[in-house]
Nanobody
Framework: EVQLVESGGGLVQAGGSLRLSCAASGFTFENHAIGWFRQAPGKEREAVSC????????YYADSVKGRFTISSDNAKNTWYLQMNSLKPEDTAVYYCAGPSIYYSAVDACLRLDFASWGQGTQVTVSS
């Protein structure tokens, strides 16, 4: 059974930084894509970033390019989302997801077909 446990959310002022972590059990990263998604109140869940250990590709939503960085530590079976220069519009519940049935990061993020989702962690950015 795949289980994902997120941590690292919180309240931060605009311009600040946070790092989210997602610890996984029940699968290994090899040949899989994993990712981060978010959902703000009244909005649909959207892809933030994905990474593939299969082809090394990454995907970032336009709204976070240059500010967020996705990474993974295969030895720890954990992946991260480093979020810098945070904006109030980044406020949302953030979810990690994995593994995807797709091998590329783009397909994983755009098709949202994952075996498991984390419980979500709140990120609030104050202005």
């Amino acid at each position: 059974e795949v289980q994902l446990v997120e941590s690292g959310g919180g309240l931060v002022q605009a311009g600040g930084s946070l790092r989210l972590s997602c610890a996984a059990s029940g699968f290994t990263f090899e040949n899989h894509a994993i990712g981060w998604f978010r959902q703000a109140p009244g909005k649909e869940r959207e892809a933030v970033s994905c990474i593939s250990s299969s082809d090394g590709s990454t995907y970032y939503a336009d709204s976070v390019k240059g500010r967020f960085t996705i990474s993974s530590d295969n030895a720890k079976n954990t992946w991260y989302l480093q979020m810098n220069s945070l904006k109030p519009e980044d406020t949302a519940v953030y979810y990690c997801a994995g593994p995807s049935i797709y091998y590329s990061a783009v397909d994983a993020c755009l098709r949202l077909d994952f075996a498991s989702w984390g419980q979500g962690t709140q990120v609030t950015v104050s202005s």
